[in-house]
C-alpha cells in the first residue's frame, strides 16, 4: 500500500526551500570570503572515513545537520580552486550566473540525446555555440546559422573532444582508403593509420590515441616550444614512404607546460595538403580569442576541421562545458551511429541529435549555463576578465624579473607565468615543496627539456592586484628560506 | 588599468542571492505542479532561434529578464521528464536534496581529477561507493572498506561504463596473449578479440565495440529475451576454433527493450571459466537491487569483474551519477596511464587518482549529491520509491490486462510494461501516434522480433495511483479513436 504524500518523511518542497535558500547563503559566503581559507588543504589520505559513519542511515537525517557536516566534513578535505591564493593547473570556472543556470538544469533535468527528449536542449545549444563562435570569429564554416554543414555542440572535456576528433578523422580516412584498396580490411588500414602531436601537447592526446587504438605521434617543438609545419611535413613525408596512412594532427593553442601556441599557420595549410584532419585544442587559450587583440595566435583556423575551448575553464561558465566545433559533423554522426527504435523520432534530420555528436548517450542541458554566464556578464565582462587575468600574469613577470635571483621560463603568456629560480632542479623542487609546504598559495611544477620550473598560473576571478603581490611575497620568502638552508 | 572591484558591472554576490532564491521558488513551483504542464512540447524544430537575439549582448543583460524568459524561451520547448504523464525511455533522477548538492558542488567547484586536486572530491566518492555497494549487498571484492584491490567509481554514464570495462578486458587480454605468444603483435591480437553481448542489450554497447575498434557479438536470447550461458558457451567455442580470443562479455539486468533480465547466474561461470571478463549493465534495474526481494535478479554477481547501475536514473540522484564497481582497477588505471609532472603529487598510490579510472580528465564534485540523496532520503524511502514505481507498473498491468483489446507484451519488470494492442505492427503504430499526438502522456515504442509494441515506464518521483488511472485511460481512449477510424 503507497505511502500517502503528505505523511512521507523525504524532503518536500517546503524544506528544499529553506534549504536550497541557506545554501545560496552558504555559496555567497564561502565565495566573498575564500581567500581567508589555507588555499591547500592539510590532511592525510583516508581522513574522511572516519568522520562520516559505515553506512547509509536507515531514516532520513535532518537537513540542518547535512549543512553543519559541510564545514566539519568537507571544507578540511577541500583544494580552494576559487582563491586568489590558487595557481595550479589552469582555472576551472565557477560564477553566479553559471550556479543559477545549473540548478534550472537540475530542476529541468531532461536527457538531451534527440532533439524530440527536450527540442529547447538541443537549440538553445545550437544557437549558443553560434554566438561564441562569432564572439571568436570563427570562419562561418563552424557555424550552424550559415547554413552549411558546419555547427558546435558542448563536449564534457577537451580529452573528449580530442578523442571524437581522432575518430571523426579515423572515419573519414577509413572510407577514403578503403575506396581506394577495397582489397584492405579495416584491422590493415587501422594499423597503417598515423597521428601527429606535438610533445609539448596535453597527456589527452596521447590518451586519445590509446583510446582509438591508433599510432599516434609525438613531434618535437622548436625552440619557444611550438610544433611547426616544416616538422610536421617531414613527419608525413617519412610515414608516407613507409607506407602508412596519416589521418589526424592535434595542434595546440596554448599548451598546458608553458601556453605556447603551436603554428597553426603553417601547420593547417600542411595538414590540407596531405588530407590530414586538423584539430585544433585551445582549451585554455581558446577564451582569450573573445579579445580581438590575442586572435593573431589562432591564424590559420580556417584550415582546421575541428576547434575546441573551454568555456570551463576561462570563461566563467562552471565545469562541464567545452565547446567544440566541426565542418563536417556527419564523420562523427556516421561513426557510431546506432539507431534503436525507441531513440528514433519522426523530426530526425531537422535538427541535430546530438547523441552522435558524443560519446556518452546522455547528456544535461548544459547551454544554459553559457546563455546565463553571456548574458549576466555581457562580452564586455568577459573581455575585462581575460585582459585583467593577462595583465596580473605580467604583473607577477615583472616582480619576478625585478628580483635578480629569478628568471621567467620562457615566455609569459595569458594568464600564466613560468618561472624559477636560477640553479638546478633539485633547487627548485625545493622551492616547490616550501611554497605548498607553507600552504599560503598553492602551486604545480613542470619541466620541459629537462629543466623543472615553477607554473604560476591566475585562476581566480576574485583576484586583484594586491594577491599577485601577496603572492610574489610568498614565492620570494619560500626562496629566502630554501636559499639559506643552502647556504648553511 | 583594471576596473575596481566595486564599479564592476557583473553579478555580486547580493544580485546572486536575490536571483538564486528567486530560482529556488521557481524550482519548486515548476517541479510541485508539472503535472499541469503539457508533457511533450509542440514546437517545431527550429523555434528558438527567432526568439533570441543573433549575438550574445556586449552589456550585461538583467537577471530579471533572463528569469522571464524561461517561460517565453525554453519553457515551450521542454519535454517534462518529471511530469507523471512521462513514461518515455527510463526515468532520469530529480529531487530536492541531489539539486541542493549539485549548487554546492557548482561552488566548490573543483576538478578531481587527482587526490590532491581536492582530497574530499575523491574520498567522499570513495566512502559513498562503499556506501551503495552495500545498500545493494554486493560482494566485498568490489568494495574499497574490504581492504582489497576492488573499488567503485562515478563515471557519467552507463555508455561510458560499458567502454571502460571493454577496454579494461581488452587490456587485460592483451597482457595474457603477448605472454602466450610474444611474436604477435598489437594489432595481430586485436584483430583476434571478441566480445559478446546480447542482441537485447542497449544500442551504446555495440557503440563501445565500436569505439573501441574491436568485434562484438551479438547473441540471440532465449523466448524470455534473455541472454543464456549454453548461447554463450556455444558463441565461445566457435570463436576458439576459429582462432579468435574471446575476451569480453557484457551481461545487462533490465534491457532498454522490455527489462529483460540476461541470465549472470549462468554466463558468470562461463565467462570465468574462458577468462572473459564479465561486465554487468544494470543501468536502470540496479536501483531495484536495494531491495533484497530483487536480489535474485542479481544472482551471480560474484562472478563479475565490473558492475555499473545509475543512480541518476532510479535512485533520485540528477544526472550525471553512473556508479560503477571493479575488482580489479588497475587493469584500466594500467591501460591509460600518462602521467605529466603537472599531475604529480606526493600522495600518489596512498587513494585512487580518479582520472585514471575514467575516459574524461576532468571530473565534478557529484559525491556530494549521492552523500545529500543517500541521507535525506535514507534507505527506507529509497526503498520505497522502488517499490511503488514497481507497484504502479502493476497496476497499469492490471488495468490493461482488463480490457480484452490490449495484451501485455512479456512480463511486467520493476517499473515498465509493455503493452499492444492485439493485431498488426502498423495499429500500435497508430496508436503510439495518436497517444502522443493528444499531448496528454507521453510514451515511446520498441520492437522486438518484429513484434511492435508500447512501453509504459513509471519516470517521476511525484507519480501518484491516480495518475496511472489518467494515463491508462488516455491509451484507452488514444485505442477508441484509432479502433474506430479503422472499422470505417
Known amino acids: ?86 595557481h595550479a593547473y589552469f582555472p576551472t570556472a565557477n560564477s553566479y550566473p553559471a550556479i543559477v543556470a545549473d540548478m534550472l538544469s537540475g530542476a529541468i533535468a531532461c536527457i538531451g540525446f534527440t532533439w524530440i527528449a527536450s527540442p529547447a536542449c538541443t537549440e538553445l545549444e545550437v544557437v549558443m555555440l553560434d554566438w561564441l563562435g ?51 580490411d579495416d584491422n590493415t588500414i587501422v594499423s597503417k593509420l598515423v597521428g601527429y602531436t606535438s610533445i609539448q601537447s596535453h597527456s589527452s592526446v596521447e590518451r586519445a590515441g590509446l583510446l582509438g587504438g591508433v599510432k599516434l605521434r609525438s613531434l618535437a617543438s622548436d625552440v619557444d616550444l611550438k610544433l611547426r609545419g616544416e616538422t610536421l611535413e617531414r613527419a608525413i613525408k617519412e610515414d608516407l614512404e613507409a607506407g602508412l596512412i596519416p589521418f589526424y594532427v592535434v595542434a595546440t593553442l596554448g599548451t598546458t607546460n608553458t601556453c605556447a601556441f603551436d603554428r597553426l599557420d603553417e601547420i593547417g595549410p600542411i595538414g590540407n595538403k596531405y588530407n590530414v584532419w586538423v584539430h585544433v585544442d585551445a582549451a585554455y587559450a581558446g577564451s582569450a580569442f573573445i579579445c580581438p587583440e590575442y586572435r593573431y595566435l589562432m591564424k590559420g583556423i580556417e584550415t582546421a576541421d575541428s576547434f575546441n575551448f573551454n568555456p570551463h575553464k576561462w570563461m566563467l561558465v562552471n565545469f562541464d562545458c567545452s565547446a567544440m566545433w566541426l ?43 553559457l546563455w546565463f554566464v553571456l548574458r549576466l556578464y555581457g562580452i564586455d565582462n ?52 616550501r611554497i605548498n609546504g607553507r600552504g599560503n598559495i598553492h602551486l604545480v611544477p613542470s619541466k620541459v627539456n629537462d629543466v623543472y620550473f615553477l607554473r604560476m598560473a591566475v585562476c581566480s576571478r576574485f583576484t586583484e592586484s594586491s594577491d599577485i603581490d601577496f603572492s610574489w611575497k610568498e614565492v620570494a620568502a619560500s626562496a629566502d628560506e630554501v636559499l639559506a638552508e643552502q647556504k648553511k
Request: neutral net charge; contains cysteine.
Open 1 to 86: 500500500m503507497p505511502v500517502p504524500l503528505e505523511t512521507r518523511t523525504e524532503m518536500q518542497a517546503p524544506e528544499f526551500k529553506d534549504f536550497a535558500k541557506e545554501m545560496v547563503d552558504y555559496i555567497s559566503n564561502y565565495l566573498e570570503n575564500i581567500r581567508d581559507r589555507r588555499v591547500l588543504p592539510t590532511v592525510q589520505p583516508g581522513y574522511l572515513r572516519p568522520l562520516i559513519p559505515d553506512e547509509a542511515p536507515q531514516q532520513p537525517d535532518k537537513w540542518e545537520d547535512v549543512m553543519a557536516d559541510i564545514e566539519r566534513v568537507i571544507m578540511p578535505g577541500v583544494t580552494h580552486w576559487h582563491s586568489p591564493k590558487f
Open 134 to 184: 562569432k564572439m571568436l570569429d570563427l570562419p562561418k564554416e563552424f557555424l550552424a546559422c550559415s547554413g552549411g554543414q558546419g555547427g558546435g555542440v558542448i563536449q564534457g572535456t577537451a580529452s573528449e573532444a580530442t578523442l571524437v576528433g581522432l575518430l571523426g578523422a579515423k572515419a573519414k580516412a577509413m572510407k577514403r582508403v578503403k575506396e581506394e584498396h577495397p582489397d584492405w
Open 327 to 369: 565542418k563536417e559533423p556527419y564523420w562523427i554522426v556516421n561513426a557510431f551511429n546506432v539507431d534503436p527504435l525507441y531513440l528514433k523520432h519522426d523530426m530526425q534530420g531537422s535538427a541535430p541529435d546530438y547523441r552522435h555528436w558524443q560519446i556518452p548517450l546522455g547528456r544535461r542541458f548544459r547551454a544554459l549555463k
Open 382 to 433: 568577459l573581455q575585462a576578465h581575460i585582459r585583467r587575468h593577462c595583465g596580473f600574469a605580467k604583473q607577477f613577470e615583472a616582480l619576478c624579473r625585478a628580483d635578480e635571483r629569478f628568471e621567467i621560463f620562457g615566455e609569459v603568456q595569458m594568464g600564466l607565468a613560468c618561472f624559477k629560480l636560477k640553479g638546478s632542479n633539485e633547487l627548485n623542487e625545493q622551492l616547490l615543496r
